[in-house]
């Protein structure tokens, strides 16, 4: 009797629990804190990589942008079926739990990230007149990424989850390169394409910021899904449990 008491309690357990297998609850409390949530973000990685259909998490193995357009004063440039790999390949270096404030802080390493599709580029930058639409490839490697989320704890049918109150992706590149190639800058001139390829790559920095926020506003909607999921479906106490 005893022995099915101990099977019939295991399998209540399993019903009831809620965070995936792949994730263990971390003591809130613990100097060991932070270092318990990294390893959880390494356990989950494949998982998430793949994507989760049952919790509604997709697929992290690439970000496809059906189109995103920046403008600034007196220039224009926008992407569509264009795809960024290598999201995939990831290192976490460093996580921040700040639960007296409700911030949690994740530093990520993103050793190259490749893009390609279409672009339009109109205007005037770098001393220089673009009126044109090609295929574009871009790739930057060395590349860290700072996630800041701020939270707040909600309670439903007398359990606390939490919700995301905002986030913020800020980036910072260790030695890293970055490269651009758009063709048809010069419509039937190949010469003056990859003159003003040149000049692009010789602004490279610059010409990254315009591109940049494409990429982080892409990432933060693919972020979003991956949190909402799983803020939905856990709660705070099935993540950080209070230990005794």
């Known amino acids: 009797?005893?022995?099915?008491?101990?099977i019939l309690s295991s399998l209540i357990a399993l019903i009831n629990a809620k965070l995936p297998p792949f994730i263990k609850p971390c003591d809130i409390s613990s100097n060991e804190l932070n270092k318990c949530?990294?390893?959880?973000?390494?356990?989950?990685?494949?998982?998430i990589v793949?994507?989760?259909?049952d919790m509604?998490?997709?697929?992290?193995?690439?970000i496809p942008i059906p189109y995103s357009t920046l403008d600034v004063p007196d220039f224009h440039f926008a992407v569509s079926n264009y795809v960024i790999g290598g999201i995939d390949v990831f290192e976490v270096q460093k996580v921040d739990a700040d639960f007296k404030?409700?911030?949690i802080k994740v530093e990520a390493f993103f050793p190259?990230?490749?893009g390609n599709g279409l672009a339009e580029i109109k205007g005037n930058v770098f001393n220089m007149n673009f009126d044109s639409m090609g295929p574009i490839y871009a790739n930057l490697s060395n590349i860290v990424m700072i996630y800041t989320l701020k939270i707040s704890l909600v309670e439903r049918d007398g359990i606390q989850y939490m919700v995301k109150d905002s986030h913020e992706i800020t980036s910072k590149q260790n030695s890293g390169k970055f490269y651009v190639h758009i063709e048809n800058l010069s419509i039937g001139n190949e010469t003056a394409t990859e003159i003003?390829?040149?000049a692009l790559n010789v602004h490279n920095d610059q010409f990254l910021k315009i591109l940049f926020p494409i990429l982080v506003n892409s990432l933060s909607q693919l972020l979003d899904s991956l949190v909402s999921a799983l803020f939905k479906h856990c709660s705070f106490n099935d993540f950080f449990p209070k230990y005794k």
């Not at 509604?56 to 690439?62: G, H, M, N, Q, R």
């Open 1 to 6: 009797m005893r022995h099915y008491f101990i």
């Open 56 to 62: 509604s998490i997709p697929s992290f193995k690439e």
């Open 37 to 47: 949530i990294k390893d959880n973000i390494k356990s989950a990685k494949p998982h």
């Open 101 to 103: 404030n409700n911030v």
């Open 112 to 114: 190259l990230l490749i």
């Open 196 to 198: 003003m390829n040149d």
């Open 50 to 53: 793949e994507g989760i259909p």
